[in-house]
Nanobody, 124 residues
Framework: QVQLVESGGGLVQAGNSLRLSCAASGRTFSSFAMGWFRQAPGKGREFVATISRSGRNTDYTDSVKGRFTISRDNAKNTVYLQMNSLKPEDTAVYYC?????????????????WGQGTQVTVSP
């Protein structure tokens, strides 16, 4: 089992940037893919981004491609989500998660451990 703690959320105006961090402890962080999901009010949890265990491979949902960047520092047991050109529709609680596998993972069932979430609010 791995414990995950997100930070970096907040309130920003549209067009600005935020960087989310997710610190991990527990099972070997560098052995597993990681991901970011989000959940807007009244909606289900949505896949945002995933990164392989090495960090060499990444993928994103279409709505954030070109604006968001996922990265990881295995020496620091931390995964990041750099969010640029934020839009009001990006408003959600953002969760990081640790996958069952070492490769890119896209579905909630692919993940075994979740953080508590951090709120991101983008004003017009």
């Amino acid at each position: 089992q791995v414990q995950l703690v997100e930070s970096g959320g907040g309130l920003v105006q549209a067009g600005n940037s935020l960087r989310l961090s997710c610190a991990a402890s527990g099972r070997t962080f560098s052995s597993f893919a990681m991901g970011w999901f989000r959940q807007a009010p009244g909606k289900g949890r949505e896949f945002v981004a995933t990164i392989s265990r090495s960090g060499r491979n990444t993928d994103y949902t279409d709505s954030v491609k070109g604006r968001f960047t996922i990265s990881r520092d295995n020496a620091k047991n931390t995964v990041y989500l750099q969010m640029n050109s934020l839009k009001p529709e990006d408003t959600a609680v953002y969760y990081c998660a640790c996958a069952r596998y070492y490769s890119l993972s896209y579905y909630s069932n692919d993940y075994t451990d979740w953080g508590q979430g951090t709120q991101v609010t983008v004003s017009p």
